[in-house]
């Protein structure tokens, strides 16, 4: 069953504390990104990568991380930088990237809260 | 900033009614995409209209696109309970690299 899934589905982070949210898709798509969701909210882009071993800042990079070594994984770290962090976090991939015509698929989601 | 903008920002309907909601962007696009999310879920693609389409359908959804006016329009004909979800319109936005820009969605309810 092809799909994309996100772990764990809520997560609470400590002050000064980094956390890692993992992303992993089976559907061989190039690209993948990561959307904060803030309550009542459209989507926020934090960061993508339209191939393996790249990726680029989207409108709301500062505070998160991101690493692309391997085609199916896509990990955010949140760290300790992010001031408001609480947010439902979710992460998508597609086929190729932006300008492609192609829709996003999306995991069901972390929800991380602060402690 | 949001690029597209849904109206109305929340709609309650009796099961079996159609259900209309309103996109309007402000830049040029490459597409149009709307998206489904129910409660505490991710997105769930719906249709995907490209900037030289101006209608397209998919089971009881249609979607029209005006690019003089910048709007776009989501219909669900005879709606059903497990309609009940927000729905988002996306951008892939020409001048932002064609990165997919989200509005805020409008939140539908559904009443059997």
């Known amino acids: 069953d092809g799909g994309i899934t996100q772990s764990p589905k809520y997560l609470f982070r400590k002050e000064g504390q980094n956390v890692t949210l993992s992303c992993e898709q089976n559907?061989?798509?190039?690209?993948m990104y990561w959307y904060r969701q803030d309550p009542g909210q459209g989507l926020r882009l934090i960061y993508y990568?339209?191939?393996?071993?790249?990726?680029q800042k989207g409108d709301i990079a500062e505070g998160y991380s991101v690493s692309r070594e391997k085609k199916e994984s896509f990990p955010l770290t949140v760290t300790s930088a992010q001031k408001n962090p609480t947010a439902f976090y979710l992460c998508?991939?597609?086929?190729?990237?932006?300008?492609?015509?192609?829709?996003?698929?999306f995991g069901d989601g972390t929800r991380l809260s602060i402690l | 900033s949001q690029q597209g903008e849904e109206d109305p920002q929340a709609l309650s309907i009796q099961e079996g009614e159609n259900a209309t909601m309103n996109c309007s962007y402000k830049?040029?696009?490459?597409?149009l995409q709307w998206y489904r999310q129910n409660s505490g879920r991710g997105l769930v693609h719906l249709i995907l209209?490209?900037?030289?389409?101006r209608e397209k359908h998919s089971g009881r959804l249609r979607v029209t696109l005006d690019t003089s006016k910048k709007s776009s329009s989501l219909l669900i004909t005879a709606s059903r309970a497990a309609d009940t979800a927000s729905y988002f319109c996306?951008?892939?936005?020409?001048?932002?690299?064609?990165?997919?820009?989200f509005g805020g969605g409008t939140r539908v309810l559904v009443k059997p």
């Open positions: 209209i490209r900037s030289n389409e």
């Open positions: 990568s339209q191939i393996v071993n790249d990726f």
């Open positions: 996306a951008t892939e936005d020409k001048a932002a690299g064609n990165k997919l820009t």
């Open positions: 559907l061989n798509h190039d690209a």
């Open positions: 830049t040029s696009i490459n597409n």
């Open positions: 998508a991939s597609s086929i190729a990237g932006f300008g492609s015509n192609q829709p996003q698929h």
